[in-house]
């Protein structure tokens, strides 16, 4: 395949899987990706995720709650949404940030750090430094450790 195509393909996992993105960069680093191309697929899909969540779930978010008629304060409470709010209020915005990319992802983190800052800008900068540090962290695995996914998964086969 292309190169623009695999840069495409990680950017558009790194919208809402960023692990998966990760994992297909790290892949195609072995097919002689460089560490710009590395960063900017990640990072960039990651961010590109953030802003679209941000930017659009709150607007429709803010059309169904006023145009709808929605009351915000009847909504169902469940045992998902209880740990999802005692999160946020516990880790704050550095908290989600920091799990965003490995454990929460990229729409649920966004959504949460949008809950709790009003101002946009400091989400944005949040996850990025977020993303930036977990594709550092990654690409140094795989730089001066050699830990690559694809060897993991043929190692294991499991499914098979």
């Known amino acids: 395949m292309s190169t623009w195509v695999n840069i495409l393909i990680v950017m558009a996992l790194s919208t809402t899987k960023y692990m998966a993105g990760v994992a297909v960069a790290i892949v195609n ?23 679209a969540y941000d930017l659009l779930l709150m607007e429709i ?16 409470v469940n045992k998902r949404m209880r740990r999802l ?55 140094a695995l795989y730089h001066f450790l050699g830990i690559n996914p694809n060897d993991i998964l043929r190692a294991v086969q499991f499914w098979k």
Not at 33 to 46: I, N
Not at 61 to 76: A, C, E, M, S, V
Request: net charge positive.
């Open 61 to 76: 978010l803010y059309f169904i709650k006023k145009k709808r008629g929605i009351d915000p304060t009847k909504f169902r």
């Open 85 to 139: 709010v005692r999160f946020r209020n516990k880790f704050g915005l550095t908290g989600i940030a920091l799990l965003t990319p490995i454990i929460l992802q990229v729409p649920v983190g966004t959504i949460l750090a949008g809950t709790i800052e009003q101002n946009s800008k400091k989400v944005f900068l949040y996850m990025f430094l977020s993303f930036t540090l977990y594709s550092s962290v990654f690409y």
């Open 29 to 51: 680093l072995g097919k002689g990706w460089g560490p710009l191309t590395f960063f900017l697929a990640t990072v960039g899909g990651g961010m590109i995720g953030v802003v």
